[in-house]
């Protein structure tokens, strides 16, 4: 625990960035990787938690609802993962401090010490994904009515609809890639997390768009293995982007919480407390 003392009027609006370069994304998966192992146990009855409530809410969607339903559930599935992986970024910091790892401790760190922003996060989390469903269901009227549709009524539509969804997805994207690890890591507020997310994103735009594509692949592969392959790809994906937020933000200037695993220093060498 700290004993400095912070006046929250002076703090500053938004953590600063470091500049990435492209193998960045691929270092944070090495990284997630190795933390997987080294909480094997604990990462895997995560993912298999994950998988398992993940492939419940898709048959529901199926059976009581449509093939588009069931569609949105995976959009959304993606839309909201990272809110998922919030135990994961406590067991990475668990180890970081020479911890031994422990879901229990790493849940109640990353749950019920910061709910109250968790809960706001995933408030506007919420907004988007319902203002990107509505905006999906108004595409459908470029859906060719003909009952032989040409190629390029086709093309109009999926173009369309792809394009609305990549918005609503880089939006998402920009604003929780770093702000929830921030919210574990340091005591700031969801707004200062969220534009210290959009901020950090937008600096290093080519790395970012690298680390995004390598999330939607896995979450797709993972989710077309009959959600098997969550069990392994979520908890890597959670791991390692705690690792990217500690080499691309640098939090310093914002305290410690009082309690809890982020409340003493990271045991390691390499500049990130």
Partial sequence: MTTETYDPDKMPFVAPCRTLDAGAPFRWLAMGFADFRRALPQSIGYGLFMATTSALLSWLAWTYGSIWFLL???????FLAPLTCIGLYALSAQLERGQPPSLRRALRAGLRRHIGNELTFALVLLVIFLVWARAGAAVSIFFPVEANPSLRDLATYLGIGTAV??????????????????LLHRKVDAITGVVTSINAVLRNKFPMAIWLAIVVVGLLVGVATAFIGLVVILPVIGHAAWHGYLETIDASAFPRHESGVTAVPRRRADGHA
């Avoid at 949105?72 to 993606?78: D, E, K, L, Y």
């Avoid at 969804?165 to 921030?182: D, E, H, Q, R, Y």
């Fill in 72 to 78: 949105a559930m995976v959009g959304g599935f993606i």
């Fill in 165 to 182: 969804g990549a918005v609503f997805a880089g939006i998402t994207f920009s604003a929780s890639a770093f702000s929830l690890p921030m």
